[in-house]
T-cell receptor, first 108, second 112 residues
Framework: QKEVEQDPGPLSVPEGAIVSLNCTYSNSAFQYFMWYRQYSRKGPELLMY????GNKEDGRFTAQVDKSSKYISLFIRDSQPSDSATYLC????????FGTGTSLTVIP | DVKVTQSSRYLVKRTGEKVFLECVQD?????MFWYRQDPGLGLRLIYFSYDVKMKEKGDIPEGYSVSREKKERFSLILESASTNQTSMYLC???????????FGPGTRLTVT
């Protein structure tokens, strides 16, 4: 079983939609959870960072961690075409563990 | 702003060639990483370094070596390139007191 599982998509939504991106993980020792955004032909960049369980909001983005279910989510409200990218979840154990990424396209 | 630069954006090499990928960071970070990224497989750690001249194997070190002679520079070496090493290679750096990894723009390597 992989440490981190992420649905690769692709996901295609109309502009203005609410987007939900998810990852599951197997190691209950993970404490730090991150979401990276990667535009085409670019390196990933950190979008959100959460410690332990709970929610964190930053503008249109909300990161949610449910440690009891080993499940993390990223919600994007009022999605924009500029949100079109691949989103990778990442967690820290004894090293970084990345999901495979979900490709998102927001259609104008 | 942290800047991580990689020597080439695109590279085409022949099977058997020795390939050098260079990465430079300007934030005095202790930790540097080399990943490869493939569709469906995500990011896989090849090697990392937590100090000058120190290196540790990641998940897929076979066929690769690394060099870190200066703190700001971390090189990935493919001793004898093979077609299964065709991939996107990403370098990252991280400071000792933070969790964020800063990535370079990537090098897309094609081995023919």
């Amino acid at each position: 079983q992989k440490e981190v599982e992420q649905d690769p998509g692709p996901l295609s939504v109309p502009e203005g939609a609410i987007v939900s991106l998810n990852c599951t993980y197997s190691n209950s020792a993970f404490q730090y959870f991150m979401w990276y955004r990667q535009y085409s032909r670019k390196g990933p960049e950190l979008l959100m960072y959460t410690y332990s369980s709970g929610n964190k909001e930053d503008g249109r983005f909300t990161a949610q961690v449910d440690k009891s279910s080993k499940y993390i989510s990223l919600f994007i409200r009022d999605s924009q075409p500029s949100d079109s990218a691949t989103y990778l979840c990442a967690m820290i154990g004894n090293q970084f563990y990345f999901g495979t990424g979900t490709s998102l396209t927001v259609i104008p | 702003d942290v800047k991580v630069t990689q020597s080439s954006r695109y590279l085409v090499k022949r099977t058997g060639e020795k390939v050098f990928l260079e990465c430079v960071q300007d934030m005095d970070h202790e930790n540097m990483f080399w990943y490869r990224q493939d569709p469906g497989l995500g990011l896989r750690l090849i090697y990392f370094s937590y100090d000058v001249k120190m290196k540790e194997k990641g998940d897929i070190p076979e066929g690769y070596s690394v060099s870190r002679e200066k703190k700001e520079r971390f090189s990935l070496i493919l001793e004898s390139a093979s077609t299964n090493q065709t991939s996107m290679y990403l370098c990252a750096s991280r400071g000792g007191r933070t969790y964020e990894q800063y990535f370079g723009p990537g090098t897309r390597l094609t081995v023919t």
